[in-house]
């Protein structure tokens, strides 16, 4: 399941980006804010590009 997702500037408060269609998860941005991490329900991992909300690489499996 995706949905809408909006990408703020804390300080700011201005919005940073396009509107990203990820899927729902729980989200780890990297420390240059260039990607985000999803860690998807359904025990995989996947890496989106911030600026344009497109999938970098193939998503990889995990084991909580």
Known sequence: ICSEKRIWD???GA???AKL???NGTYIYTPDGS???VL???HRAEVYSV?????LGKPVDFDP
């Open 10 to 12: 804390a300080k700011t």
């Open 15 to 17: 919005a940073t980006t």
């Open 21 to 23: 269609e990820l899927p």
């Open 35 to 37: 990607r985000i991490v």
């Open 40 to 42: 998807v329900n359904d």
């Open 51 to 55: 600026t344009d909300g497109k999938m």
